[in-house]
């Protein structure tokens, strides 16, 4: 059965930092992995996906690498603002042909200090 | 667009009650998902449908049933609710098989069990 970690479970850092989000899955055999954002009270909102043979997607100041092999990805946030304060989750689907169902982490509670 | 989209936004609901869960897409996406988020348990796949006319058992499926209504709806019914469904409850949907999987959530609904 396919599990997904993420650690740190939460980080506080001050504005401008630079900062990485883990995320590790047990099982190597995956059809891609995407990155989330979720803030209180609300839905999640898709920021990356990275298929299984690329090595990394960026979008603005995020960056999200992914390798297979070892189970890992990693999601690059440069120049730290407040409003990335939110909880970050990376999700990881299996590589079968239906459903394309996701299996979660329980996320990164990220805050950024002023 | 409006995506995903979800109702009602809250629910309290007296044990043994029933209720269905709404939600529809507007992006023309062939597969659709219920989650469920509790603390501590991250999110949980409850029932999806790979395709219109189909649909399968995720990981916490019992005390729920789902219908895929046509492409654009898929709705969740609790037939006799318990304090055990007190969550939030997400609806996804994605392209599988032409769109890379990405999955796009519904803003959730609160549902609280008495």
């Known amino acids: 059965k396919q599990e997904v970690t993420q650690i740190p479970a939460a980080l506080s850092v001050p504005e401008g930092e630079n900062l990485v989000l883990n995320c590790s899955f047990t099982d190597s055999a995956i059809y891609n992995l995407q990155w989330f954002r979720q803030d209180p009270g609300k839905g999640l909102t898709s920021l990356l996906l990275?298929?299984?043979?690329?090595r990394e997607q960026t979008s603005g100041r995020l960056n999200a690498s992914l390798d297979k092999s070892s189970g890992r990805s990693t999601l690059y946030i440069a120049a730290s603002q407040p409003g990335d304060s939110a909880t970050y989750l990376c999700a990881v689907m299996p590589s079968e042909t239906s459903g394309s169902r996701l299996t979660f982490g329980e996320g990164t509670q990220l805050t950024v200090n002023p | 667009n409006a995506g995903v989209t979800q109702t009602p936004k809250f629910q309290v609901l007296k044990t043994g009650q029933s209720m269905t869960l709404q939600c529809a897409q507007d992006m023309n996406h062939n597969s659709m998902y219920w989650y469920r988020q509790d603390p501590g348990m991250g999110l949980r796949l409850i029932y999806y449908s790979a395709s219109e006319g189909t649909t399968d058992k995720g990981e916490v499926p019992n005390g729920y049933n789902v219908s895929r209504l046509n492409k654009r709806e898929f709705s969740l019914r609790l037939e006799s609710a318990a304090p055990s469904q007190t969550s939030v409850y997400f609806c996804?949907?994605?392209?599988w098989g032409t769109g890379g999987g990405e999955q796009y959530f519904g803003p959730g609904t609160r549902l609280t069990v008495t």
């Open positions: 990275i298929q299984s043979s690329q």
């Open positions: 996804a949907s994605s392209a």
